[in-house]
């Protein structure tokens, strides 16, 4: 028997002003062999990444397999043969390292959301990172929102040198937990404002953090983050189902 899964850490925004907008913040789905299947609004299973799955209402676009570049790869590797990106990072022991798959940004205006799924394990000597970032290819300096573990959950945005150089955190928050399916998202409305959001569907997204785009670097790339430290026996893995830039 298959047991019908739910994720969502955050309450709902306003939506009564929307008639079709969702009545529950709920995103249903089940693992089977590793794949995530969204039920859409026929109640119909659909493994994400292997066509163009809905759920109520919200379609999810297969990220690009090719064009993607590493940044301080490491033992990291990319499998993408289910049709969607699976990042996985061995554990490792020592200090900050993260690695970075990176392709190139539109210009502003832009939005960059990833829909995603991370296995992070909860272990109190184990520090695991999962996120999307934006990225100044010239500098290698880049900023990333990341749901974390390092003894407990948290969710922050970082502002690294490069992936060895930590620079500044400047949001910092804790969570119950990384909810099994996540929305990330990263706006730039082209007029000087960078924006973060995070939550489980794009109908609950929160804003977490808003800065300056001339903060800390001008972004030409985006991409996301994988780090596993603290800890050679607990490795990290981050699945991306669906990537939208618009």
Known sequence: MTTIQRAN????????????????????????????????????????????????????TPPPLSGWTW??????????????????????????????????????????????????PPISSNIGRVGLCARESGSGKFSVLTPYHNVDYGLNVMRQNSPTSHSSTPYNSAIPNIPALFTLRISDDGAGTLSYYFGSTIYNLQPVWTESTTVFGTWDQYGFMIEARDNAAVDAALTIHSVEVF
């Open 9 to 60: 850490s955050f309450a709902l925004p306003d939506l009564t002003e929307d008639p079709d907008a969702p009545e529950t913040g709920f995103l249903d789905f089940y693992i089977k062999d590793g794949v995530a299947h969204l039920i859409n609004e026929s109640d119909v299973a659909t493994p994400i990444g292997t066509s163009t799955p809905t759920i109520i209402g919200q379609e999810f």
């Open 71 to 120: 940044v301080n790869q490491g033992s990291a590797t990319l499998d993408t043969s289910r049709n969607r990106l699976e990042l996985y990072n061995p554990g490792s022991s020592g200090t900050n390292n993260m690695r970075l798959l990176v392709r190139s940004l539109p210009s502003p205006p832009y939005n960059v959301a990833a829909f995603a799924s991370a296995d992070v």
